[in-house]
């Protein structure tokens, strides 16, 4: 592994649940339960490969257009894998944070949230976000709101407005703009994540149905990046 460039934040797209489930004529529920219990292994292995972020987008501000009781059942299996992931984040050593409004999630999701990220902030190893009730213009514009109020206020004057500012403001505050995005199951857009964020992010599109990517799905996903050439507005090196 040492040739290889190890991305610092991987953020990911899980997409196929629903397709996978129906390859096997399967309930989407199903589908959504095994893609759920991938998510240990894919802590694991991108702790281990040296990766310090990981971003996954579980549930956007459009997936409640989709039926009550498919969101029944997501929300089932948000509420049993918040209630499994203090102990997991105690025995990984993994730092979890929330990004999303999460208002409008029940009160006792809420709850477990906050919990989960006061008991796991002290941990060192694996930064691991979950964005719930994401999707990035409705964080804009809740950024903006607090960056309008906070000029009102007299905290900050309108030309201390930056980037860097702007980007303290948003749901991923202290976190830095993900190295590689990858969406799952050969869909190519980003559905509303991480727009700001993801400016100069390297994208990769594999096939693959979210519930079989595996370790070694995402060791491919970093070998591929390894063969990138980045730039930020320049030109190749050699
Ligand atoms: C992704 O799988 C999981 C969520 C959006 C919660 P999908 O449910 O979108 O699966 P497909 O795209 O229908 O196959
Ligand atoms: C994006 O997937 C959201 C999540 C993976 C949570 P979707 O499957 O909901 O996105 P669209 O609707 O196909 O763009
Ligand atoms: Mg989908």
Redesign the pocket.
Known sequence: MEEWKIPTHIAI???GNGRWAKKRKMPRSFGHQQGAKRLEELCRTAAEIGVKYLTV????T??WTRSEDEITTLMKILRNYLADSIKKAKENNMRIRVLGDITRLDLDIQESIQRLEKVSAPNTGLNFQIALNYGSRNEMIRAVQQVVKDCQEGKIAVEELDETVFSSYLDTKGIPDPDLLIRTSG?Q?L?NYLLWQCAYSEFYFPEVLWPDFDKNALKEAVRQYTARDRRFGGVYES
Do not use: L, W
């Not at 987008?57 to 956007?60: C, D, G, L, P, Q």
């Open positions: 797209i899980m997409d987008y579980a549930f956007s459009e997936n869909e857009r559905s």
